[in-house]
Nanobody
Framework: VQLQASGGGLVQIGGSLRLSCTADGVTDHTVGWFRQAPGKEREFVAAIRRIGGGTKYADSAKGRFTISKDNARNTVTLQMNSLTPEDTAVYYC??????????????????WGQGTLVTVSS
């Protein structure tokens, strides 16, 4: 099993970034994106079912972020628009088999990528 997150970088306020997570050898049915800012706990951003495509977003991501999947390439993408300094964090992708009601709890995730840093500055 291997998760590879990529796409982070430095962006100005109001800018956009596109994060990708490639999940090779993974059979878990859900892929989620989380983020962790310095001194803070890891927090849920968005998740998507690999079959069916159901999605869930944190309130902070609704209307700005879009999660999507490409099963043929084992890739899940997080499109982030209208970025603010509060979005600055290391972003991680993970996989889980937990029930949908618990999808935002990182303790239920089985595998994690290495993280990709997103910095939003003025």
């Amino acid at each position: 099993v291997q998760l590879q997150a990529s796409g982070g970088g430095l962006v100005q306020i109001g800018g956009s970034l596109r994060l990708s997570c490639t999940a090779d050898g993974v059979t878990d049915h859900t892929v989620g994106w989380f983020r962790q800012a310095p001194g803070k706990e890891r927090e849920f951003v968005a998740a998507i079912r690999r079959i069916g495509g159901g999605t869930k977003y944190a309130d902070s991501a609704k209307g700005r972020f879009t999660i999507s999947k490409d099963n043929a390439r084992n890739t899940v993408t997080l499109q982030m628009n209208s970025l603010t300094p509060e979005d600055t964090a290391v972003y991680y992708c993970g996989t889980t088999r937990v029930v949908w009601s618990a999808i935002s709890d990182p303790s239920y995730y089985n595998y994690w990528g290495q993280g990709t840093l997103v910095t939003v500055s003025s």
